[in-house]
């Protein structure tokens, strides 16, 4: 029913005339760099699996719980940079430059405060953090090592994110890829030399791997610290914005980030309540779900920059009024979403032979990771078209609260209960365990494609100049 409504809409030519030519170029012009992006963010830590992984399993699986801690403050961060996206978007469209630099500032306080929580978690009771995921003494001791110098870097790394996310949604997307290539590139020399010793230095294991990725946060910061102050004309950094907030505007940022921040975290604390069940399986199914996750996030790299191009584009299109084209635009983007998510979930399908082959994997840890391999292949198509109508599409007209309410509903009230019980109360298998851990994007589906349909997510957030502070 969903489908062939979906399909009468979209093929009603009389609504509207666009040039699709110069929508496809617009999008194409945010779309790569911002894959780029994500393909860099993910090859920093595909950096610390492989390597990592030669080192062996129990370092492989501290590391990857222990950065499940930067996964939620990330997520945080994330709520909060794309609830602001819902504004600056907007107000991008309106050419209201002052009013954006005035959110940015909101957002950097609330990413650095919350910043602060999680490095001060990391550095007083990282014990405490691990044996969330954990109850192996020899993972906890790894990741406890990991934890102490990554967690440094956590304040660093939340000014970065946010500048450049905010920077994202005023169509200033070069400058992220240039930030996290040299990041790449120092995480990838420092890691070699000091997780294996090359070089005459001491063979550090884990700790090579955290100073590494504390390096690449540094330069980050020190790179966007030069573009906001030398390059950056257009939209700038004012430090009196993190102190003088406007009332008014700050209260449209809660109304529609508060949502947004809870929807990831609570889809965040549910990934990570995932990984948490999965940890209480044994390492090998811990190995297998960090190689599983890293190939996930590989095969999403466009998937994502579609739904990031995707609140950008139509932020701006509601900003400017044209709310018609906005629901043109919004068909074109899913149908986008179906075939970068096809063809990633195609991706992670050839990619088994080859992750089991160069993997110093147990025999079993191999067995779990080709059956992971394969639900992460469905699980891909289906989170490509709820990323991008969630954190695309209704994101950027206001709907912020619907996200919330699904990723609540699905995760925590399906897939992880059932997925929970399965575990520890019918003591089922690790494969049958994972896939109903990895349900709830499949049941979300059909409830994001009939919100999508009823175009209530259409809505201009902005103010006139006259009602905010000067």
């Not at 995480?187 to 590494?212: D, R, T």
């Not at 993997?359 to 391999?373: E, H, I, K, N, T």
């Not at 109360?425 to 494969?431: K, L, M, N, Q, T």
């Not at 049958?432 to 175009?455: A, G």
Request: include cysteine; glycine fraction near 8%.
């Amino acid at each position: 029913m969903f489908i062939k409504s979906f399909r009468r809409r979209t093929t009603d030519k009389n609504t509207i005339n666009v040039d699709w030519g110069r929508f496809y170029r617009q999008v194409l012009m945010l779309v790569v760099p911002m894959a780029i992006q994500n393909l860099i963010n993910v090859g920093v830590t595909a950096a610390d699996v492989l390597m990592l992984g030669w080192v062996g399993e129990k370092v492989l699986s501290g590391a990857s719980l222990a950065g499940q801690v930067q996964f939620i403050m990330t997520l945080i961060l994330y709520g909060v940079t794309s609830g602001a996206t819902v504004l600056t978007a907007q107000y991008w469209g309106k050419k209201d430059t002052r009013t954006i630099e005035k959110i940015l500032g909101i957002g950097l306080t609330i990413g650095a405060v919350s910043a602060v929580v999680f490095t001060l978690a990391a550095e007083l009771i990282p014990q405490y953090l691990m044996r969330i995921y954990t109850t192996d003494a020899e993972v906890i001791a790894e990741g406890v090592k990991y934890l102490r110098i990554v967690g440094i870097s956590y304040l660093f790394m939340a000014v970065t994110q946010i500048y450049l996310y905010i920077m994202r949604s005023i169509e200033r997307v070069v400058v992220a890829t240039v930030v996290y290539s040299v990041s790449l590139v120092n995480n990838i020399v420092i890691n070699a030399i000091l997780i294996f010793g090359l070089l005459g230095f001491p063979k550090m294991g884990i700790m090579g791997a955290a100073i590494g990725t504390l390096s690449s946060r540094v330069i980050e910061l020190c790179i966007v610290i030069w573009y906001a102050k030398v390059k950056n004309k257009t939209v700038r950094f004012h430090l009196r914005d993190m102190w003088h907030i406007d009332k008014v505007l700050l209260k449209d940022f809660f109304v529609y980030a508060t949502p947004v921040i809870l929807n990831e975290l609570m889809w965040g604390l549910g990934s990570s309540a995932n990984t948490a069940v999965i940890g209480h399986l044994g390492s090998a199914a811990v190995a297998a779900n960090s190689v599983a996750q890293v190939a996930r996030q590989l095969a999403t790299v466009v998937v994502f920059g579609v739904s990031n191009a995707t609140a950008i584009y139509l932020g701006k299109t509601i900003g400017e009024k044209k709310y018609e084209l906005a629901k043109a635009y919004g068909r074109r983007f899913v149908w986008l979403s179906v075939v970068t998510g096809a063809l990633g979930g195609c991706v992670i399908l050839l990619a088994i032979p080859v992750a089991t082959h160069f993997m110093v994997l147990s025999p079993q840890a191999q067995g779990y990771l080709a059956f992971m391999f394969f639900v992460m292949s469905y699980f891909t198509l289906a989170q490509s078209v709820n990323t991008t109508l969630v954190v695309g599409v209704f994101r950027s007209g206001g709907d912020t609260k619907f996200g919330l309410a699904l990723d609540v509903s699905t995760m925590w009230g399906c897939s992880i209960l059932l997925g929970a019980a399965a575990a520890f109360i019918f003591h089922a298998g690790v494969p049958v365990v994972y896939m109903i851990l990895m349900s709830d994007e499949v049941i979300k589906l059909p409830i994001t494609i009939k919100r999508f349909l009823s175009y209530k997510w259409i809505k201009d957030v902005t103010r006139e100049k006259s009602e905010l502070a000067i």
